[in-house]
């Protein structure tokens, strides 16, 4: 069974990556799989959506993350996206004594033996929507964090995985409807192999072009200082308010060329900054950054906080390490 929506074709290695505005940051290429919004735009029916908003034994519906995608989902698509994700959570949220909401989408003696207790979850998103060719069914899988026990504890501590499941809507002219029950499937495979980013420079600390890094950071994150100082004009980057962390500290900066001290106006470097926040309560945690600075008057300014690195086009490049492994 398919989970991808066809994609259109991808710029080329070593494009310019977009500019983000503000504080703009996306991840829904992780699994390379359509993502819904939460802000879905149904153009079918109130009804999906009045189902959604309800309560299943008092868990509130989650907020899906805004994700960029390849192409616009379609209104049917964002349809069968928030009516399957609504069905599972109606379907997590039955039990024996309050079938809750189940019964709007399928006949609840259809389940047969409803759990004793509700299974508890958070984080329910729409993963992926994908339609069946010349059908009117659609393959829509919605993850959430499930609360199960920890077989491996000797004190019944819970733990919250997340699970995937499969639900198949049909969208019809007249409505939509669930084909049978949800299905738990497999987490989407992770992709294994290194990514070759074009940030072969190493920035010195003594660098014009660091200094501006670390100081538009500060500003951005912990504001500290005017943003505006640090940023190029006419980029509409604003700091993200209130500021979230205490304190910033940029452990390294790497750039796809080496930056002068003494740029020319109109020169451009693309840099990769790690930086270690913390919050006022000593939260500690450690971020990646990529970055356009624009040389203006003999200074670097940023230009924009770029929603992806800059892939290598050199095939020889080294590639960059997996903070995650």
């Known amino acids: 069974m398919g989970l991808r929506k066809p ?28 993502a819904v919004t939460g802000a879905l735009i149904v153009a079918v029916a109130c009804g999906p959506l009045a189902l959604v908003n309800a309560t299943i034994n008092g868990q509130p519906r989650q907020a899906v993350a805004q994700v960029a995608v390849d192409a616009p989902l379609t209104a049917q698509e964002q349809s ?29 003696a259809a389940v047969g033996q409803l759990s004793a207790t509700a299974w508890k979850y958070r984080d329910l998103a ?47 002219d007249v409505g939509l409807s669930v084909v049978g029950l949800p299905a738990p499937i497999a987490a989407p495979a992770k992709e294994e192999s290194a990514v070759r980013l074009a940030y072969g420079q190493t ?3 003594t660098s014009s072009a660091r200094q501006t890094v670390e100081a538009f950071l500060s500003a951005y994150l912990a504001g500290s200082g005017e943003i505006s100082r640090y940023v190029s004009p006419g980029s509409e980057i604003s700091a993200i308010t209130p500021a979230p962390y205490m304190t910033i500290t940029v452990t390294d900066v790497k750039s796809d060329v080496e930056p002068s001290d003494t ?21 500690r945690l450690t971020t990646t950054y990529a970055l356009t600075l624009t040389a203006r008057d003999g200074r670097w300014e940023t230009t924009s906080v770029d929603l992806a690195p800059l892939e290598s086009a050199a095939p020889g490049a080294d590639p960059t390490p997996n903070p995650s492994r």
């Open 7 to 34: 994609k259109e074709a991808k710029p080329s290695k070593g494009s310019k990556t977009t500019p983000a505005k503000g504080s703009e940051w996306t991840a829904g290429r992780g699994f390379g799989q359509k």
């Open 80 to 108: 069968a996206g928030e009516y399957g994700a609504a069905f599972v959570a109606a379907w997590l949220g039955a039990s024996r004594e309050d079938e809750g909401t189940l019964a709007a989408y399928i006949n609840p």
């Open 126 to 172: 729409v993963v992926s929507v994908e339609k069946t060719d010349e059908s009117d069914l659609m393959s829509v899988v919605v993850a959430a964090n499930v609360e199960e026990f920890d077989m491996e504890s000797e004190s019944g501590a819970t733990v919250w995985p997340r699970r995937y499941f499969a639900v198949t809507v049909r969208v019809t």
């Open 203 to 205: 920035v010195l600390q």
């Open 263 to 283: 740029p020319s106006t109109g020169s451009v470097v693309h840099v990769l900054a790690t930086a270690e926040v913390s919050s006022a309560s000593d939260q």
